[in-house]
């Protein structure tokens, strides 16, 4: 047994609220969270997540709740006192100071002596590959170099928790990736726990190992990237991850195999089982848009909903089609390599996917 | 090379402008000079001889070097108080920052605003209930309250472009409030409290109008002596403290030229 299976959650965000005058910017959110997860805060502008993590950060009162940080109550501690590092959207370094000084102001606030922080710092540095430029001051630095100096500082005196306020957002897009893969070895390599804020899903996909989603100061869904991209349970997370098809469709009643049967604008379609619902209820269903084929005649054995090309879109990799059918719009991502033909406006195509595409959702919005 | 040559014309033309220009505002100054070592009792040119007598005044004259050491200290305390109180107010403006701060910040400036004649009544009136008339004291709170409207204008300049994230990132890595004033807020605010403090001196040290309101026997300061000196009695030795004055500040600007250079 470990430690952790013996005690209380790590962390715990317990019914949490904060409302701005009629405005609840989270709205009664609990969230528990293990010892050296990688947790993405992933949401719309709006949604709460910056707030939520500056609440852990202590910068935002609570209205109501409790967080618990290894059994203490953080909600009565100012920011100084809760020991966590926290990396600000723009850095936020000391401009009066060079990135040696900015490393080493947190462990001097501790009253450490001079040895022990020359020796962390430098080791700080290297974690960050830094260390050659301790002596700069932080507008000679590159972006990448400012962030990972931020980095530096919120880790340099070991805090249990690392909360990072969209960590990668000024940075161009190759410089992201990188980062991302930094970000994601240095977390594997210290074993402490990250939080992390971000709009943006290919960031939260392929950096976390948990990822909760937040829509109007909720969690819509909280889980490992693969539950959230492959069985969102709402219409938002859907839609908001990997922009999913969202139809409407009416349940008909379960297979003898255990697959149900839908009818969508006058086409049946089955898919697998996830909420639990009558026949006759009304549900939305979730395709991804990757996971269809366009084909020109109807294929045997799978779904297949006839409709009318409206648009195609060119995006190197993929084609962007959009299909107009009886059930709504759908979008297509296919592979132009793969596909044999060009679709153009007007044509008529068959968008054809497996029963083991469509997931049922819960409508919230 | 035609060319070139015109364009080092109209350059050599407009330099010269420039330095009619300003001779034309810095002639009446240079008048001080010889009119400071006149050997006579009253300001004219030095026609029969150069004299340091009204330099030695200065010195020697309890008049003059009374009201000089005065103006030195209530320049020196109103500075003090007007930086301190005047950046404190700043940073506390700064870190509110909400649209009350704006209508806050408006009240503070209005010393500045109003003319100061009517300043001085005010105080005039204000400090006799006060029993604060013809005391070190009284000027001191009067000129530090004309001069806080200045440090509060260059302090909150220096903060203008200064993330509120920064201030909370040093919170998160364990200062306290007061640590964080100290080592992030007021060293990234320097140069807007050391030119706050240099106008609060300056303002303090030349005003006339308030102190000639609120002071009579006990407390004289320069400008006041200067402006009975010049009504009464025409005193060359007005001339000797300028002078003086002038050759202050010319040290001082090159002082402050040279260590910017290095």
């Known amino acids: ?365 | 090379m035609e060319v070139a040559a015109t364009s080092r014309l109209s350059r050599t033309l407009i330099l010269a402008c420039g330095w009619i220009g300003l001779l034309f505002l810095l002639a009446p100054l240079l008048v001080t000079f010889p009119v400071s070592v006149t050997t006579q009792r009253y300001l004219s040119m030095p026609d029969d001889g150069i004299s340091f007598q009204h330099y030695a005044k200065l010195l020697t004259d309890v008049r003059w070097s009374q009201s000089i050491v005065t103006s030195l200290i209530i320049a020196g305390l109103t500075t003090l108080c007007a930086t301190v109180l005047g950046t404190l107010c700043a940073i506390g403006l700064w870190r509110l920052n909400s649209r009350f701060t704006h209508y806050l910040r408006i009240m503070i400036l209005a010393p500045l605003i109003v003319p100061p004649i009517v300043n001085a009544l005010a105080f005039y009136r204000s400090w006799i209930d006060l029993k604060w008339l013809d005391s070190i004291g009284g000027v001191v709170v009067a000129h530090t309250i004309v001069c806080l409207p200045l440090v509060l204008i260059t302090v909150s300049t220096s903060l203008s472009g200064f993330d509120r994230r920064i201030e909370q990132a040093a919170r998160s890595l364990g200062a306290s409030p007061l640590t964080v004033l100290r080592r992030i807020v007021v060293p990234n605010a320097l140069p807007g409290i050391f030119s706050g403090a240099a106008f609060s001196f300056v303002t303090s040290w030349d005003e006339v109008v308030v102190v000639l309101f609120i002071t009579s026997r006990q407390v004289t300061t320069l400008p006041v002596v200067i402006w009975t000196s010049l009504t009464e009695r025409v005193d060359p030795a007005v001339a000797a403290i300028s002078v003086v004055m002038i050759v202050a500040t010319l040290a001082a600007v090159l002082v402050r030229l040279a260590s910017s250079r290095s």
Request: glycine share 10%; aromatic share 6%.
């Open chain 1, 1 to 365: 047994m470990t430690e952790s299976q013996t005690s209380a959650p790590f962390l715990s965000i317990d019914r949490l609220s904060k409302n701005y005058g009629d405005l609840k910017a989270i709205d009664n959110i609990s969230l528990d969270l293990p010892r050296g997860e990688f947790l993405t805060l992933l949401g719309p502008s709006g949604s709460g997540k910056t707030t939520l993590l500056m609440a852990l950060a202590g910068f935002v009162t609570p209205s109501s709740g409790e967080i618990r940080l290894e059994g203490r109550n953080l909600v009565s501690l100012p920011p100084e006192k809760r020991d966590l590092g926290v990396v600000f959207q723009g850095y936020a370094l000391f401009p009066h100071m060079t990135v040696t000084e900015n490393v080493a102001f947190p462990l001097e606030v501790r009253g450490m002596s001079r040895a022990e922080i020359g020796k962390r710092v430098a080791t700080a540095l290297e974690t960050v590959q830094l260390s050659a430029l301790g002596e700069r001051r932080p507008s000679q630095l590159s972006g990448g170099q400012q962030q990972r100096v931020a980095l530096a500082r919120a880790l340099v005196f070991s805090p249990p928790v690392i909360l990072l306020d969209e960590p990668l957002s000024a940075l161009d897009r190759q410089l992201r990736a990188d980062l991302q893969e930094e970000l994601k070895t240095l977390h594997r390599k210290l074993g402490s726990t990250f939080i992390n804020v971000t709009h943006d899903q290919d960031e939260a996909l392929s950096m976390s190992t948990l990822i909760a989603v937040i829509n109007n100061g909720r969690v819509a869904q909280c889980g490992t990237p693969a539950q959230i991209y492959e069985s969102p349970e709402s219409t938002f997370v859907a839609h908001f991850v990997g922009r999913s098809n969202v139809i409407d469709a009416q349940v008909l009643g379960t297979e003898s195999d255990g697959r149900i049967r839908f009818t969508a604008g006058g086409h049946a379609i089955f898919g697998r089982p996830a909420i639990e619902q009558d026949a006759g209820a009304e549900v939305a269903l979730s395709i991804r848009p990757e996971k269809l084929e366009v084909s020109k005649t109807s294929r045997d054995g799978a779904n297949s909903i006839l409709g009318t090309v409206s648009g195609c879109g060119y995006h190197g990799n993929s084609l962007q089609i959009s299909v107009e059918t009886s059930a709504g719009a759908i979008r297509v991502e296919a592979q132009a390599w793969r596909l044999g033909f060009t679709p153009a406006p007007g044509d008529a195509v068959y968008v054809t996917f497996p029963d083991d595409v469509p997931v049922m959702l819960r409508r919230d919005d």
